[in-house]
């Protein structure tokens, strides 16, 4: 998979480089090119934003640098064209499906705006070429679209084959598709059996592979209860035992 992004602070993705998705751009999985949007200004300031048309607090961001680093990454006339992901506090909520989704492309580009935004014509104008998805991480304000790619970038690469050392542990993951669509995962236990006299609950220890699958599907629907009860709302009744019924 090839991933470009586009920002004013390139040197925010310095982390992309570090744990599992650094060795995952070492191994080639993935291809990262983080680009400065500032390279596409041509004044003296390297202007990037100017006051909002209508009045307001804010600036927003030009169209023209944007255009032109668009035009630069995905020449017009290029019979592959990415996904372009903008995330922005009006976005689509990203979801666990959608990182699913992302990590099938072979390519996606990032466009990093401020809060107040990227001058809506670039949006518009890139759709006429190329998929445009306007995702959002949260229902809280950040000052610009950088760490919403950290995220995003990071729960898409997990998934891809070679990244995660065990691929078994994104099948089991929280909202994973399938059976934890709705469920968040529940407690999980490691050595010593006792620490600070608190035991390893029993049935974790007894090998019992059965009894262990239904006592953690019955702790990730205790958690989902009291933790996110409208995912638990979401629950279709017919797919609870009588044992998940108790809960
Ligand atoms: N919440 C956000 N705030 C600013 C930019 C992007 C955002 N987001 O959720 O993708």
């Not at 891809?160 to 691929?167: E, F, K, S, T």
């Not at 035991?199 to 006592?215: F, K, N």
Request: one cysteine or more.
């Amino acid at each position: 998979m090839r991933i470009d992004i586009v920002s004013i602070f390139p040197e925010y993705f310095a982390p992309l480089d570090v744990s599992l998705l650094g060795k995952a751009r070492r191994r080639g999985v993935v291809d990262v090119r983080v680009h400065d949007l500032r390279d596409w200004t041509h004044d003296r300031h390297r202007t990037v934003d100017d006051t909002p048309y209508g009045g307001g607090p804010g600036m927003v961001m030009k169209p023209e640098p944007w255009g032109e680093a668009l035009d630069a990454i995905v020449p017009p006339g290029t019979p592959a064209v990415p996904r372009l992901v903008v995330p922005t506090p009006s976005g689509r909520p990203f979801t666990q499906a959608q990182a699913v989704a992302f990590a099938a492309e072979p390519w996606l580009v990032f466009a990093c705006g401020r809060y107040e935004g990227i001058d809506s014509r670039v949006v518009e104008e890139a759709r006429q070429r190329m998929p445009v998805d306007e995702v959002g991480i949260g229902d809280y304000v950040l000052a610009g679209g950088e760490v919403a790619v950290l995220v995003i970038v990071e729960a898409v690469s997990r998934l891809l084959p070679g990244v995660l050392g065990n691929a078994d542990s994104v099948t089991d993951d929280s909202f994973a598709p399938g059976a934890m669509e709705t469920l968040v995962e529940g407690p999980v236990y490691t050595k010593p059996p006792v620490w600070r006299d608190r035991a390893v609950p029993e049935v974790l220890l007894s090998g019992d592979h059965g009894a262990i699958a239904r006592w953690r599907r019955d702790q990730a629907l205790r958690r989902t209860v009291v933790h996110r009860p409208e995912l638990a709302a979401k629950i279709d009744p017919d797919t609870l035992d009588a044992d998940d019924r108790r809960v």
